[in-house]
């Protein structure tokens, strides 16, 4: 079945770029997303990216898609505290209808 | 911009009872989805829905059952509530194959 991987914890100074990765195992991707949970929260969509593009960039946000290796990334530029939050990659996958699988979610630590 | 409403942000329920979540959006979404999230398991899925009376196993649905009898509501029905089920549940909505769109979540404790 469909396997979606993160990392669990990423600190970072204030001011400095994150980084946040994820692999997944499902070929059929069609698209992909990254979702952001503050403290108390829902899921508040960020991005995505079809599958079959390798980069989008919106403001401060880089999504990179190597379909290759299967591996996404987000990578936020000049961090701030309000961006430390939960961070989520999702998938959904052909003949999954709008289904999504999840990551375990990435804690984004921004320190002063 | 799209508004999905869960009932309850915070919910103490005991063993046995019968438990209702709520879930409404504002979108006619077609689609609506529940998850529930615990700590280094990510999002999972329960139940989820394409259409008015229809309903679909997730990847978890033991122990829940669901219900959408209107459109722009769906709920998620705990039996008998055991304590294994105490989490946080997100109700979520979409329109195609347009990205989900989330509620605030709920977060259930069973006593």
């Known amino acids: 079945g469909e396997d979606v991987e993160q990392s669990l914890f990423l600190s970072v100074r204030e001011g400095d770029s994150s980084v946040i990765n994820c692999t997944y195992t499902d070929s059929s991707s069609t698209y992909l997303y990254w979702y952001k949970q503050e403290p108390g929260a829902g899921l508040q969509l960020l991005t995505y990216?079809?599958?079959?593009?390798d980069m989008k960039q919106d403001q401060r946000l880089t999504v990179l898609l190597n379909k290759k290796d299967k591996h996404l990334s987000l990578r936020i530029a000049d961090t701030q505290t309000g961006d430390s939050a939960i961070y989520f990659c999702?998938?959904?996958?052909?003949?999954?209808?709008?289904?999504?699988?999840f990551g375990t979610g990435t804690q984004l630590k921004v320190e002063l | 911009d799209v508004k999905v409403t869960q009932s309850s942000r915070y919910l103490v329920k005991r063993t046995g009872e019968k438990v209702f979540l709520e879930c409404v959006q504002d979108?006619?979404?077609?689609?609506m989805f529940w998850y529930r999230q615990d700590p280094g398991l990510g999002l999972r899925l329960i139940y989820f829905?394409?259409?008015?009376?229809?309903?679909e196993k997730g990847d978890i649905p033991e122990g829940y059952s669901v219900s959408r009898e209107k459109k722009e509501r769906f709920s998620l029905i705990l039996e008998s509530a055991s304590t294994n089920q105490t989490s946080m549940y997100l109700c979520?909505?979409?329109?195609?194959?347009?990205?989900?769109?989330f509620g605030d979540g709920t977060r259930l404790s069973i006593l």
């Open positions: 829905s394409y259409d008015v009376k229809m309903k």
């Open positions: 999702a998938e959904t996958f052909t003949g999954g209808g709008n289904k999504l699988t």
């Open positions: 990216i079809f599958s079959n593009m």
């Open positions: 979108m006619d979404h077609e689609n």
């Open positions: 979520a909505s979409s329109s195609g194959e347009q990205p989900q769109h």
